[in-house]
């Protein structure tokens, strides 16, 4: 009831900030249900124009939703958010977001979808269930199976194909474009900033998700994205190529440097740097690939391009 979720955004507006968690995570899942109620409405347009305080409402909800999805908060926190996406369901799968919503809006979308990203990560079974619940539900990509359960793997297949086919205005934001667009400024050019680390085999501290596996994840972005690519449609990623070239060797000479030192050798490595090139690695591979960048490589790039890339790939083979 449209009327309902007016009154009950009113009546939280006026809440007096109550330090208590339960309370917060309860008026998000409200918060949620309410946008959604007026999200599916047929002038919904009216409730979300470009002055409206209905926006920053939206945004702000799916900011919250997305920073308890990750791994160093409670698990009722994590439950919550993934409550709360369920809730904003039927406005995602009912509304055409592609040039119908505001850029603005769209990024609340982003925020959300990546929210679910995280959550089908989670260490805990019942947060990646509950997350899975919520990509098995979301409008799903014709390269998909259609009217059946998926699993956790094809959720997460599932949540990034309808990024890229509704949200294309805002796509940089999404985390698996964003985490290979920005390789070159995750990696140091320092080959030895890692030497003296303590090498071990799980990360240390609060917060940390053992379950997750970024690398494995980065080549699931990369399938998915060169998949819709090839079978669907265009991202128009904008790429400075130059920097990327420049970059990617930089990186190159800094290793090449150490290539027959100590420093050289399997210990040298830790799973942050390995990941970092296979970032760098997968987005090497992927610009030169059909529909992916708004202005395609030459062909010059294009060579240069994979002879990086092999000479990272010798690297990683070595370690």
Not at 43 to 66: H, K, L, P, Q, R
Not at 119 to 142: C, G, I, M, P
Not at 154 to 178: K, N, Q, R, W
Request: proline share 4%.
């Amino acid at each position: 009831n449209p009327e309902s979720a007016l009154d009950i955004l009113e009546a939280l507006k006026s809440c007096p900030e109550i330090p208590s968690l339960s309370i917060s995570l309860a008026k998000m899942q409200l918060t949620a249900s309410c946008l959604n109620a007026l999200l599916i409405q047929d002038d919904w347009a009216w409730f979300f124009g470009d002055t409206s305080e209905y926006v920053s409402v939206f945004v702000e909800c799916s900011e919250n939703i997305y920073n308890m999805a990750h791994p160093n908060q409670l698990e009722d926190s994590r439950l919550t958010a993934c409550s709360s996406l369920v809730a904003m369901l039927p406005s995602f799968n009912i509304r055409k977001l592609r040039g119908k919503m505001t850029p603005i809006l769209q990024y609340g979308v982003i925020n959300c979808l990546n929210a679910a990203i995280l959550l089908l990560q989670d260490e805990d079974v019942d947060v990646r269930n509950a997350a899975t619940l919520f990509a098995s539900q979301l409008k799903r990509s014709s390269l998909l199976p259609q009217n059946c359960d998926i699993s956790s793997s094809l959720g997460l297949e599932a949540v990034i194909l309808f990024a890229l086919d509704e949200l294309t205005e805002v796509i940089e934001m999404f985390v698996p474009v964003s985490s290979i667009l920005n390789a070159p400024s995750t990696i140091s050019s320092n080959a030895t900033s890692s030497v003296g680390k303590k090498q071990q085999l799980f990360k240390r501290g609060d917060g940390i998700n053992v379950y997750e596996e970024p690398v494995f994840m980065l080549y699931t972005y990369d399938h998915v994205i060169r998949l819709y690519c090839e079978k669907v449609g265009q991202l128009n990623l904008i790429v400075d190529y130059k920097s990327v070239l420049a970059k990617a060797d930089e990186v190159i000479s800094s290793y090449e440097e150490h290539k027959n030192q100590a420093l050289y050798k399997p210990s040298y490595f830790d799973l942050t740097e390995y990941e970092k090139l296979t970032r760098l690695s997968v987005l090497l591979k992927l610009l030169p690939q059909e529909n992916v960048c708004k202005q395609p490589p030459s062909e010059e790039i294009q060579q240069q391009l994979n002879i990086l890339q092999q000479k990272i790939s010798a690297f990683m083979h070595d370690y």
